[in-house]
């Protein structure tokens, strides 16, 4: 059975489809979330999650599935999905979102989009020892649309050299997440901040982190780090549709 909620949605820009004919594999109950965006700049993005880990997405510019499940749990993640017809599906699914895109845009004569802006917290991805080289974490969270710019300093000073910006993903009440890392070797006195720009933002947001007495140098990695791996790189996006589709496995 499917049906649509439109009562949660972000007006004009998501729709929530909830489907419950999964086959179950287990007695424990899971959510397995089907994410279809599209935009009006010509980009689309899909991916699979299991239990709020991304499994796979689809590189349309390469006409590739990328896996993205740990290794720890099969050898070769593409024999997990070879049933699933994931390729095929996934164009369909963006033909299909280019077409409710624009009906959404003449029914509703381009209302307003809804925005959600994002909170932040930054932590060192290990316990801090000064001069051995480590990891910040700058999290991103809550944030819609799925459009963020994050910017490091060090004592005042942009740095890009060592940073990288995951892709984003999607969180159970239709906003984002995203993670930004700084690879940087910690010294005395040096402070570190993350700065985040949004539209749904009146000012850019900036957390600060560093040899401060109110600064914790403990790691926060297994309190928010979820185990999402980090990958390079920023899909841009303009206002769009996504089809998030959501399913129960259990008895």
């Known amino acids: 059975m499917m049906k649509i909620c439109s009562q949660d949605v972000k007006r004009s820009a998501l729709i929530l489809l909830m489907i419950n004919s999964f086959c179950a594999f287990s007695q424990i109950p899971h959510d397995i979330i089907y994410v279809v965006g599209c935009f009006e700049n010509g980009t689309s993005e899909v991916q699979y999650e299991f ?13 590739d599935i990328v896996y ?34 624009q009906y959404l845009k003449h029914s509703e ?6 925005k959600d802006p994002p909170e932040s917290v930054l932590y060192p991805a290990e316990e801090v020892e000064f001069g051995r080289e480590n990891s910040l974490i700058c999290f991103v969270n809550n ?44 010294r005395e006195g040096d ?19 560093g040899d401060e007495p109110d600064i914790s140098h403990r790691s926060l990695g297994a309190d928010v780090y979820c185990g999402v791996g980090l990958t390079l790189g920023l899909l841009g996006v303009a206002a769009g549709t996504f089809l998030m589709v959501k399913g129960n496995h259990g008895h």
């Open 109 to 114: 004569k381009n209302p307003p989009e809804e």
């Open 191 to 209: 402070i570190y901040s993350c700065t985040v720009e949004h539209s749904a933002l009146d000012m850019p947001q900036t957390t600060i982190w």
């Open 51 to 63: 239990d709020s880990e991304e499994m796979l997405y689809m590189d349309f510019d390469k006409s």
């Open 143 to 186: 944030f819609y649309p799925p459009e963020v710019r994050v910017r490091w300093t060090r004592n005042g000073v942009q740095v890009s050299e060592g940073v990288s910006l995951s892709r984003y993903f999607p969180t159970k009440d239709q906003t984002f997440h995203q993670f930004s890392t700084l690879t940087f070797t910690p």
């Open 68 to 101: 993205t499940v740990a290794g720890i749990f099969v050898d070769d993640p593409s024999t997990m999905f070879d049933h699933m017809n994931v390729f095929t599906n996934a164009n369909k699914g963006k033909n299909l979102c280019v077409a409710m895109l």
